[in-house]
């Protein structure tokens, strides 16, 4: 009871968080009228200067990193959505500001669909990339990334800093102006999409300039994988960014490393199905293994001697087969051992194992087929080839030896690494979902990471019913 009354009067932790960052949209909302009446070029030269302001004074770049509410917040808030304004013709509402103020200190910031979350990202984005330590956005797949940079890479460009995309297959890109000429003459002719003096929460379509917007496109132009990283922005997928740390710690080189910038800060979006869902999911980096194969053949060999029932037993159900007495008999009379279960003959032992499973669990043309000397797995449920699968623990090798293939050697792990020890790692880490609060605790447990429930722009007049 007395908490219930503690909530009516004073409010949620939620609402009382929420209150407390409105007082710094006010701030911000405070310097949109002096910030309109800039010029395109006084606005950038502002971004420039604020941005050589952090690079100079490491106490204010480390205060930024850590997510303190610093002195320049809102001025960098307030650039950022002028930036916006006459680049794209978007204004972050004070609920997306308030999103972004989350983000930057560190938390995940729970939004409904629709509310832009790609802009508010950026916000926080804009502050943490003046540090020069590098921001990485992660995203659930390259259409996303590539996209989402290039997009809000206009904002970043116009005020300043350079964005980078990191895609699969070593693909990376720096993002550039369409038309260089034309975003001079923009800065030039202080062309805006977004009115000089016009208030309000959206634009009408009838005063949007789309003449203006066309000097503001940009686009993703390919580049070195070291020089997507290099970046102020660079916008990926989970997976890339977590392979290229595995590869940049195997390389023989400094000069090869391609996360030039470590990791600072990282805002995640979907962050409960990387987070959570994903988090113990590793990414694994395999190589062949430098064993001998023969062993394989030789096994092999001796299988197709064995007499069923005598020698070995099947059992189909189980998917087992096993060497009776006999068989171990026969078998260290083949292999000249005198026991072939002393460890010294494990890889011996195990060889026989997947041999024998393989000659009588394993059927061609029903488990696997054999293409162009290539054994290729049967998926048991669709009944589709899947090439580039194998088979582990040496299976594979045995019924490329069964078959009388060429065998190749079994893949070996390299380097690995769960998404919930990379994501460890960055010193600031945020996030952002629609559906964060029911996995609050977990967030808190594992990555210290708090829930922020942001306000809706408008009243949600939608009704869940349940069924």
Avoid: C
Wanted: net charge negative.
């Amino acid at each position: 009871m007395i908490g219930f009354l503690a909530k009516k009067i004073f409010g949620t932790k939620n609402e009382r968080e929420i209150k407390k960052l409105r007082n710094i949209v006010e701030k911000i909302n405070a310097l949109e009228k002096d910030f309109d009446k800039l010029s395109n070029k006084d606005l950038r030269e502002k971004s420039l200067k604020l941005k050589e302001k952090v690079q100079n004074d490491k106490q204010l770049s480390d205060a930024i990193t850590k997510g303190e509410i610093v002195d320049i917040l809102p001025e960098a808030f307030a650039i950022v959505r002028e930036a916006a304004k006459r680049t794209l013709g978007m204004r972050p509402f004070d609920v997306q500001l308030i999103g972004a103020i989350a983000l930057h200190q560190g938390k995940i910031a729970e939004m409904k669909t629709g509310e832009g979350k790609t802009l508010v990202a950026s916000i926080a984005i804009y502050l943490n990339a003046l540090t020069g330590k590098g921001v990485h956005l992660v995203t659930v797949n390259d259409y996303l990334a590539k996209r989402d940079a290039v997009q809000m890479g206009t904002i970043y460009k116009f005020l300043g800093l350079t964005t980078g995309v990191i895609n699969t297959n070593q693909q990376s890109f720096i993002v550039k102006w369409a038309d260089e000429q034309a975003f001079e003459r923009a800065i030039k002719e202080d062309l805006r999409v977004w009115p000089e003096g016009f208030e309000g929460e959206l634009l009408p379509q009838e005063k949007f300039n789309i003449e203006a917007r066309k000097n503001y496109f940009t686009i993703a132009v390919e580049s070195e994988r070291r020089q997507a990283y290099e970046a102020d922005i660079t916008y990926g997928t989970n997976n890339e960014f977590g392979f290229d740390y595995l590869r940049d710690n195997m390389v023989f080189s400094k000069d090869q490393i391609v996360q030039v910038k470590g990791h600072h800060f990282a805002i995640v979006d979907e962050v409960d199905s990387i987070l959570i869902d994903e988090a113990r999911t590793p990414l694994i980096i395999s190589g062949a293994s430098e064993e001998d194969v023969s062993i394989y053949y030789t096994a092999d060999g001796f299988v197709k001697t064995l007499v069923k029932d005598e020698d070995y037993i099947v059992d189909e159900k189980n998917k087992t087969a096993v060497l009776t007495e006999e068989g171990i008999k026969k078998a260290e009379k083949y292999f000249n051992i005198d026991n072939l279960f002393d460890p010294k003959y494990i890889d011996i032992l195990h060889a026989i194992n997947q041999s024998l499973r393989a000659n009588t669990l394993f059927h061609r043309d029903k488990d696997y087929v054999v293409k162009d000397g290539e054994v290729i797995i049967v998926d048991e449920f669709t009944g589709r080839l899947m090439p580039g699968r194998r088979w582990s623990d040496g299976l594979h090798q045995a019924i490329e030896a069964k078959e009388g293939v060429k065998i190749e050697a079994e893949n070996q792990t390299l380097a690995s690494i769960t998404f919930q020890n990379y994501f460890r790692m960055y010193e600031k880490l945020a996030g952002m979902t629609g559906t964060a609060e029911t996995e609050a605790e977990e967030f808190k447990e594992i990555y210290d990471l708090d829930v922020l429930v942001i306000p809706t722009n408008k009243p949600v007049i939608r009704k869940t019913i349940q069924i």
